[in-house]
């Protein structure tokens, strides 16, 4: 979930987390995400629009015509640029004979992508070339969809973007994809930074808590960082008089953040974060379905 503040600035929480098993499909468990993301919308009564980002790695054809006819939500994936795109079937006439399926394939060069446009994207400033087209792609049965040639920095290799929603401008969907970004920095930020690849534990049940209690820590720490400085040159100026200054104003060091934050957390209760899992759960996750993380649904294993 990425949260904009303000013009610039955004933070991205993870909603679900799951714990695959060896070997386990990952298009089939990313149906299931999304299976669960739409009975939270309709539990809920939300209305609010979903549009699934990926990369060309999942750009299958079950997970893209379920996500868009089963569960309603649009998709904007990156896909190989050497698939078989076509264009529009011509308007036919009364005539005998099957209807056909599409046009001419479309297999654009370099030379091709005409538009450019300088675009405030991946946290600098990018000048893209693209190429946008209604058509049909083969490997999604010839479903229709608006497919953009783009490359970035008059690079010599050119990348193809298709989404679901033909309505779409091709600078709109560059910008929309470019939000996947965020993601992949919070996931940086959960493996490195927070050390999640370096959890060790003796059984599946204290991973799981731990691995549990982390997560909910980078998502207070995150949405704590929405109003940190105010909450901090509050607490200096009420209880920490003596480090205001009469011309420089409050200066914030690491021992006022420190103390701040102790104050602010000083009444929550730890337990609350950690699961209730099932003692007898298998070391490997070989009979567990569901192993993972919820911040928007609860689970029976889940506390």
């Given at each position: 979930m990425i949260i904009r503040i303000g013009e610039s600035r955004t933070i991205t929480l993870p909603l679900y987390i799951y714990l695959v098993k060896p070997k386990q499909n990952l298009i089939s468990t990313t149906v299931v995400i999304l299976a669960k993301i739409k009975?939270?919308?309709d539990k809920k009564g939300l209305n609010i629009e979903i549009e699934i980002l990926t990369?060309?790695?999942?750009?299958?054809?079950?997970?893209?015509?379920?996500?868009?006819h089963k569960y309603g939500f649009s998709v904007i994936t990156m896909a190989r640029k050497d698939l078989a795109i076509y264009k529009l079937p011509p308007i036919r006439r009364k005539r005998r004979g099957r209807p056909k399926k599409k046009g001419k394939?479309?297999?654009?060069?370099?030379?091709?992508?005409?538009?450019?446009?300088t675009l405030n994207i991946y946290n600098r400033i990018v000048k893209v070339q693209y190429k946008e087209a209604i058509c049909k792609a083969r490997f999604l049965k010839y479903e229709t969809v608006k497919a953009v040639w783009v490359r970035f920095d008059e690079s010599q290799s050119m990348r193809l973007i298709i989404s679901s929603d033909i309505?779409?401008?091709?600078e709109e969907i560059i910008k929309r994809y470019a939000k996947r970004w965020d993601i992949e920095s919070m996931f940086n930020e959960l493996k490195n930074r927070f050390r999640f690849k370096d959890i060790m534990m003796h059984n599946s049940q204290s991973y799981y808590q731990f691995l549990s209690f982390k997560i909910w820590c980078f998502i207070v720490i995150k949405l704590s960082s929405i109003e940190f400085k105010i909450t901090i040159m509050d607490?200096?100026?009420d209880y920490l008089p003596w480090r205001v200054h009469h011309e420089k104003g409050i200066t914030v060091t690491a021992g006022s953040t420190q103390l701040a934050l102790r104050r602010v957390f000083a009444t929550l209760h730890i337990s609350m974060f950690f699961p209730k899992v099932d003692k007898n759960i298998d070391g490997d996750f070989e009979n567990n379905d569901f192993l993972g993380f919820s911040l928007i649904e609860g689970h029976e294993m889940t506390g």
């Open positions: 009975r939270v919308i990369d060309s790695w999942f750009a299958r054809e079950r997970l893209i015509l379920r996500a868009i394939r479309i297999k654009p060069e370099l030379n091709d992508l005409k538009k450019e446009r309505k779409l401008s091709g607490y200096i100026r």
